[in-house]
């Protein structure tokens, strides 16, 4: 009984002196952890080292939405500059049923800068017809606007440039054409020693800007106006 005891006891020591080794064994573990953490903490470092790269391209962003914005500002400058594309072709100024005595003799396409308007500096896009009479020419041309108000807002700016031009000599006077209001405006020009008169007549046909004029008279003038149809 007594060396049952003591076995029993024995292996209760062991058992214990076991169990103290393996806490040992426990503590080297809990260190080696220990030492993975301040690596875990070295890589922080790094993230944080990559943050200022990032706000860098922030910057460049930013550079590049400035760059967008002075594009911006170059296509609205550029718009300034456009006149819209003719929205007919050249039989608007192909007279259907010509006059007596009037024929057709070219046509082409033009633009109001290049037609010796007084007070059309716009490059408005259209189109000349060139119509001959008794040995002398009138000239039925149309020009594409914005709209009926922008048309209208150029035979205004011939007129003023006219009486500013012809302060005592120059004519303007209101005639009907098809219907629409249109101004007649008249001035001396020296041709051949002979100062004779020139006519023009000019009006909004909707949006197109139509003005008739040329060495003929005045009443070849009124022909062909009331002739175009527009």
Not at 57 to 76: E, K
Not at 175 to 183: C, E, I, L, R
Not at 187 to 198: I, L, M
């Amino acid at each position: 009984m007594k060396k049952s005891i003591l076995i029993v006891l024995l292996i209760t020591l062991l058992a214990a002196a076991a169990g103290v080794s393996g806490c040992l064994g426990g503590d080297d573990n809990g260190t080696n952890v220990s030492n993975d953490t301040p690596n875990a903490t070295n890589d922080t470092p790094n993230a944080t080292n990559n943050t200022p790269n990032a706000t860098n391209n922030t910057s460049n962003a930013t550079n590049n939405t400035s760059n967008g914005t002075d594009n911006v500002t170059n296509g609205t400058n550029n718009t300034s500059n456009v006149t819209p594309a003719a929205s007919f072709n050249n039989s608007t100024v192909t007279v259907k049923s010509l006059p007596s005595g009037f024929e057709l003799l070219a046509l082409r396409s033009v633009t109001a800068d290049k037609e010796n308007l007084d007070g059309v500096t716009d490059a408005l896009n259209g189109y000349s017809g060139y119509y001959g009479v008794n040995s002398t020419n009138v000239y039925l041309l149309a020009f594409q606007t914005a709209d009926n108000t922008s048309a209208q807002g150029y035979v205004q700016s011939m007129i003023d440039a006219h009486k500013t031009q012809y302060p005592n000599s120059g004519n303007v006077s209101n005639v009907t054409v098809n219907g629409h209001s249109a101004s007649m405006l008249l001035k001396p020009v020296t041709s051949g020693g002979t100062t004779v008169e020139r006519c023009t007549i000019a009006w909004a046909s909707g949006d197109k800007l139509v003005v008739v004029n040329g060495p003929g008279t005045r009443e070849q003038v009124e022909i062909l106006a009331n002739a175009s149809g527009l």
